[in-house]
């Protein structure tokens, strides 16, 4: 899933977020860059959909960590709101309690976030 930063009231709201948190300590976010950085994802990520296995999906909720998930394990790169998310830590979920927890809000995002 990738950030929305399409027009809808929602949308906007979730970007504006993140952005507060860049601009703070790095003004580059100030110009745009991130909405510019979002639509090139989406632009790379497009042509690689492949139904039923690959889908770029939209989400309009703060973008406060990355996630990558597999049927075994699910690492999670939470971002704090004063550096780039090059400086956070990795951290790697194996099956268990905190990976089905994880899982179960990722299917949850999926399941209300919209086409890209």
Same mark, same amino acid.
């Given at each position: 899933? %990738? *950030?929305?930063?399409?027009?809808?009231?929602?949308? !906007?709201?979730?970007? &504006? =977020? &993140?952005?507060?948190?860049? !601009? =703070?300590?790095?003004?580059?976010?100030?110009?745009?860059?991130? #909405?510019?950085?979002?639509?090139? +994802?989406?632009?790379?990520? /497009?042509?690689?959909?492949?139904?039923?296995?690959?889908? &770029? #999906?939209?989400?309009? %909720?703060?973008?406060?960590? $990355?996630? %990558? *998930?597999?049927?075994? =394990?699910?690492?999670?790169?939470?971002? +704090?709101?004063?550096?780039?998310? $090059?400086?956070?830590? %990795?951290? !790697?979920?194996? #099956?268990?309690?905190?990976?089905? =927890?994880?899982? $179960?809000?990722?299917? !949850?995002?999926?399941? /209300?976030?919209?086409?890209?």
């Amino acid at each position: 899933m %990738v *950030a929305q930063i399409g027009q809808q009231p929602d949308a !906007k709201a979730a970007l &504006v =977020v &993140v952005l507060q948190e860049l !601009k =703070v300590f790095d003004s580059a976010f100030g110009t745009g860059l991130l #909405r510019r950085q979002i639509a090139a +994802t989406y632009d790379y990520l /497009a042509p690689l959909s492949v139904t039923g296995h690959l889908e &770029v #999906r939209g989400y309009s %909720v703060p973008h406060i960590g $990355r996630v %990558v *998930a597999t049927e075994r =394990v699910l690492y999670l790169t939470p971002y +704090t709101a004063d550096q780039h998310g $090059r400086e956070s830590p %990795v951290i !790697k979920y194996r #099956r268990g309690e905190t990976y089905d =927890v994880l899982m $179960r809000l990722m299917d !949850k995002l999926w399941a /209300a976030s919209g086409p890209a």
